[in-house]
């Protein structure tokens, strides 16, 4: 009938706005390497904030003790102890808690989130066992691995630049995010110190690095996408401080906020951007990450069921709800291959409350879950491979085997697996063989905890 035509004529233009060949990829890592230069040039350079990390030295495989990290990054937030034993012993013992943050807390105040935080902190250190030895009179100290976009004043300092990921909290902008955690300890007296606060990028780059010592790029493709990296530090303008003994810092690029003419951008990313709590910024994590894959899937499931009568002739009206389809259920839509798509059909019926379907429609909902996807996993490619190619390691060089090894972390590369092979393909296709067969992507699960925990042993005040 004409509205399925129409219904075609909607996927075939989405597929064709959404398209990522290989010269677009090219082009987005190119100017990726521009923005990157003009980011470490000067502040306020680029859309790339390319945040100097106050990490000189990733870790070296000796660090000693018992520390604890922190994570708040995205829809969970997790404590962590580690006793972490040297060269030969390496992470001797570690525990973890993991909370969901409640969402009204994303948008509250400043001193209600910390708090929540620090509560969850105090309970897990009062299970704190004998196996955890801590010297008498000895203070406990804390790695603060925190997600967001900060201006860092020292390895243990920085203020909040803005919130992304669906947190907005207006009175945490500006302020030291450290001192903020302090505060909060502070008023339920709990003593510690934050020996390092770093970005999740940072800790899985130093967790990864620890592992495996040819890491030299780390991606997080979770709720929300951002990469970190080693820089030469003489390849920094805008660092006026002393150059440090390594030649070398760590960069958080913050790319999540990359944005550029290249990128495929259709109308339905550009209203999902209208309409989130931060218009106009982070626009390639807005096509990339996980917070908002399922989201641009319902805004085409939306049009078709508007325009097209999709889902025939009443609009679900759980379809006009805002982030129903969240990435896990459509990355499990995406990866049924029962003959009737079972899984969508239930799916559809769970979250939607379409009583039925039929398989040409599945298969239209499949196809749009390979549109969105394809285009996130290509385009994360594009970034690695700008990267790559800002440092040089995009091509082979002349006698020299130097290998390039990128920690991934994040939920969504390591759970969406049609997402993280199209990436790593991607890659592949990229580079090409021969260089191809020099690098290396790794998940760094749950690097970005150790690698905070790390670097505040690198940086305790006991050493
Ligand atoms: P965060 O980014 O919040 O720190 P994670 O790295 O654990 O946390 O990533 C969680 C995100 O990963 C979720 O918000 C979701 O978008 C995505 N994700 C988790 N599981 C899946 C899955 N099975 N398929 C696709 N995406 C997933
Ligand atoms: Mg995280």
């Known amino acids: 009938s004409g509205k399925w035509a129409r219904v075609i004529e909607i996927l075939k233009a989405f597929e064709?706005?959404?398209?990522?060949?290989?010269?677009?990829?090219?082009?987005?890592?190119?100017?990726?390497?521009?923005?990157?230069?003009?980011?470490?040039?000067?502040?306020?350079?680029?859309?790339?904030?390319?945040?100097?990390?106050?990490?000189?030295?990733?870790?070296?495989?000796?660090?000693?003790?018992?520390?604890?990290?922190?994570?708040?990054?995205?829809?969970?937030?997790?404590?962590?102890?580690?006793?972490?034993?040297?060269?030969?012993?390496?992470?001797?013992?570690?525990?973890?808690?993991?909370?969901?943050?409640?969402?009204?807390?994303?948008?509250?105040?400043?001193?209600?989130?910390?708090?929540?935080?620090?509560?969850?902190?105090?309970?897990?250190?009062?299970?704190?066992?004998?196996?955890?030895?801590?010297?008498?009179?000895?203070?406990?100290?804390?790695?603060?691995?925190?997600?967001?976009?900060?201006?860092?004043?020292?390895?243990?300092?920085?203020?909040?630049?803005?919130?992304?990921?669906?947190?907005?909290?207006?009175d945490t902008v500006g302020e030291d995010v450290v001192g903020e955690l302090v505060k909060a300890m502070?008023?339920?007296?709990?003593?510690?110190?934050?020996?390092?606060?770093?970005?999740?990028?940072?800790?899985?780059?130093?967790?990864?690095?620890?592992?495996?010592?040819?890491?030299?790029?780390?991606?997080?493709?979770g709720t929300g996408t951002n990469a970190a990296y080693v820089e030469r530090a003489h390849a920094i303008p805008k660092w006026h401080g002393l150059?440090?003994?390594?030649?070398?810092?760590?960069?958080?690029?913050?790319?999540?906020?990359?944005?550029?003419?290249?990128?495929?951008?259709?109308?339905?990313?550009?209203?999902?951007?209208?309409?989130?709590?931060?218009?106009?910024?982070?626009?390639?994590?807005?096509?990339i990450s996980g917070m908002y894959l399922g989201e641009i899937l319902r805004r085409v499931l939306l049009k078709m069921a508007e325009e097209a009568a999709f889902f025939g002739d009443v609009v679900p009206p759980k379809l006009r709800i805002p982030f129903i389809i969240r990435t896990p259920n459509m990355s499990a839509m995406h990866s049924d291959t029962s003959p009737d798509l079972k899984v969508v059909g239930s799916k559809l019926k769970d979250i939607l409350e379409v009583p039925t379907s039929s398989l040409k429609m599945r298969k239209v909902v499949i196809s749009l879950c390979n549109i969105?996807?394809?285009?996130?996993?290509?385009?994360?490619?594009?970034?690695?491979?700008?990267?790559?190619?800002?440092?040089?390691?995009?091509?082979?060089?002349?006698?020299e085997s130097q290998k390039s090894v990128i920690a991934m972390d994040g939920g969504l590369f390591e759970h969406y697996t049609q997402f993280s092979e199209s990436m790593k393909s991607s890659l592949k296709e990229l580079l090409g063989d021969e260089v191809s067969e020099s690098v290396e992507v790794i998940l760094s699960n749950d690097g970005s905890g150790v690698g905070a925990a790390l670097l505040a042993a690198s940086h305790s005040q006991y050493l």
């Open 16 to 170: 064709e706005d959404c398209a990522t060949p290989v010269a677009k990829l090219r082009q987005v890592a190119d100017a990726m390497t521009v923005e990157m230069h003009a980011g470490l040039a000067s502040e306020g350079g680029s859309k790339l904030k390319m945040l100097i990390s106050y990490v000189d030295n990733l870790p070296s495989g000796d660090e000693t003790g018992f520390f604890y990290a922190l994570d708040l990054g995205g829809t969970n937030f997790r404590v962590m102890r580690v006793l972490l034993g040297g060269k030969q012993d390496r992470v001797v013992k570690r525990e973890f808690k993991e909370e969901s943050i409640p969402p009204h807390l994303m948008t509250g105040k400043s001193d209600e989130l910390f708090d929540f935080i620090v509560e969850v902190l105090a309970k897990f250190v009062a299970t704190e066992g004998e196996d955890f030895h801590l010297p008498p009179g000895r203070q406990r100290e804390l790695g603060f691995t925190f997600s967001f976009p900060v201006k860092q004043t020292s390895l243990s300092s920085g203020t909040l630049i803005n919130w992304t990921k669906g947190f907005s909290i207006d």
């Open 186 to 221: 502070e008023r339920v007296g709990l003593d510690m110190r934050v020996a390092a606060l770093v970005n999740d990028t940072i800790g899985t780059l130093a967790g990864g690095r620890y592992t495996n010592p040819d890491v030299v790029v780390a991606v997080i493709l």
């Open 243 to 287: 150059l440090p003994k390594s030649g070398e810092m760590v960069i958080n690029m913050e790319w999540g906020n990359f944005r550029s003419s290249h990128l495929p951008l259709t109308e339905y990313d550009h209203s999902l951007d209208l309409e989130s709590l931060n218009p106009g910024e982070q626009i390639l994590e807005k096509i």
């Open 372 to 399: 969105i996807a394809s285009r996130g996993a290509r385009l994360s490619a594009a970034g690695i491979y700008g990267i790559l190619k800002k440092i040089g390691r995009d091509a082979a060089k002349d006698g």
